[in-house]
């Protein structure tokens, strides 16, 4: 169910039938949490399987803080603190690789997160090493960290997939930053200054909204050790991002890029993590997110094809509000016949009852794919960061799996129909069509 940087559209296939199975009320080990006294979270989550520790740091800035002046900033300012200068004269990343571990960031719509992993003896330092770059990123280094954002974005420019997405971000956030593509423009890019740099990164030091999140074989002192690198930030409240109404069905909105099909994406409004109904919608998601599956649009319907072209869908639910992409790669030649197919399956999503059936083998897709979202430490800490700053706290891992087995046919049917309305689509052309 994770929410990745360059998200990869399922097209796995699944032959999953029956009734899903209660989940383990304790599948994920206990975890504790504390409040630092100017409010940074500190939880813990410890395992003796293997002598290393991740953490994962949650820092209240993210796309939706940036401008339309600066859009890319979020991402420039990370790679920057990634580079600066910690231990005598070595940037954080090699500092870290040094340790035997390594460091890494990822932009989230609402946060920035920097993860490391590494031997747990060295995990308290490295993230003393992470606060003190994040307070004072090398201005030095600020054209290198440009440059590698600015290579990155060209890379997403060719992929029709996340073209797709920033096109439907673009008109479905207007006035928040996460419409702007995560690696900027590049006239936005050009124009990013130290001093625009410099003001991001204090954006970051907040002590309520901030995370840190430790997984792995870690030691009481350790703990205690790696919360206090952020005890000294200020005990501050981040503004809350820019309100954002999502737009109603919008026109097509076409690009020429250097594709060989075209490529479709469809955009709804969609709950956010911490909704009542996100559970309904990651069994949705399980229902239309897999390609490969035979009536993943059609519901089981005799004779009624599922959408030709249907690459998947993606779930973004860590903004606000949240979003439900679909996606079609136009490989029969046909598109509008596809965007009809597809259409039509949502009808039935919104309007028909499901089968019991159907019903217990999408829990159980959804299911697995919430267990199999945590396949590393790293992933763990992002789960249990999550969870923290959820209204549960770090119950929330072990209740989100119960939430999603106890999702009724009525349940999605209803989420179906308050969410899955108005569309925005996005199309993709090859330059070839677009002359």
Request: with cysteine; proline share 6%; net charge neutral.
């Amino acid at each position: 169910m994770r929410a990745p940087t360059c998200f990869a559209v399922a097209v796995a296939s699944t032959a999953l039938i029956g009734a899903a199975a209660p989940p383990d009320a304790a599948y994920f080990q206990q975890a504790t949490a504390q409040r630092l006294a100017n409010g940074v979270i500190v939880t813990a989550q410890l395992s003796q399987d293997s002598p290393i520790a991740g953490a994962q740091v949650f820092v209240p800035a993210g796309l939706a803080q940036q401008t339309s002046a600066t859009a890319g900033i979020a991402a420039v300012t990370a790679a920057t603190v990634l580079r600066t200068p910690v231990e005598g004269g070595r940037s954080l990343s090699a500092v870290a690789a040094e340790a035997g571990g390594e460091v890494a960031y990822t932009i989230d719509p609402e946060a920035t997160r920097f993860m490391i992993e590494g031997q747990s003896a060295a995990l308290p330092r490295l993230l003393a090493d992470l606060a003190r770059a994040i307070a004072a990123p090398d201005p030095a280094q600020f054209a290198a960290a440009r440059n590698e954002v600015a290579a990155a974005a060209r890379d997403d420019e060719a992929n029709p997939a996340l073209v797709a997405y920033a096109m439907v971000r673009q008109v479905r956030y207007q006035g928040s930053g996460f419409a702007y593509p995560q690696g900027g423009r590049a006239s936005s890019l050009a124009r990013l200054t130290v001093p625009d740099m410099q003001r991001f990164a204090a954006s970051y030091q907040y002590g309520t909204g901030t995370i840190v999140a430790l997984t792995g074989a870690l030691l009481p002192g350790q703990i205690d050790a790696a919360g206090k690198a952020f005890a000294s930030w200020p005990a501050r409240t981040a503004p809350a991002p820019p309100a954002v109404t999502a737009e109603k069905r919008q026109h097509e909105i076409v690009a020429h890029r250097n594709v060989p099909v075209p490529w479709l994406a469809v955009g709804f409004n969609a709950p956010s993590q911490f909704s009542k109904d996100f559970p309904a919608m990651l069994v949705i998601q399980a229902l239309l997110g897999r390609g490969g599956d035979v009536h993943a649009l059609s519901f089981g319907s005799e004779g009624t094809p599922g959408a030709a072209d249907y690459v998947g869908a993606f779930y973004q639910y860590e903004a606000r509000p949240g979003s439900f992409l679909i996606f079609l790669n136009g490989g029969s030649g046909d598109i509008d016949a596809a965007l009809k197919q597809m259409e039509e399956g949502i009808v039935r999503l919104r309007a028909q009852p499901l089968p019991d059936e159907l019903v217990a083998r999408a829990k159980k897709l959804a299911l697995g794919d919430y267990y199999l979202s945590v396949t590393s430490l790293s992933d763990a800490a992002w789960l249990l960061g999550r969870s923290a700053g959820s209204p549960d706290g770090v119950d929330f891992e072990n209740a989100l799996a119960a939430r999603i087995a106890n999702v009724s046919a009525a349940d999605i049917q209803r989420v179906a129909k308050q969410y899955l309305s108005d569309e925005t689509v996005a199309v993709v052309l090859p330059l070839t069509l677009g002359r």
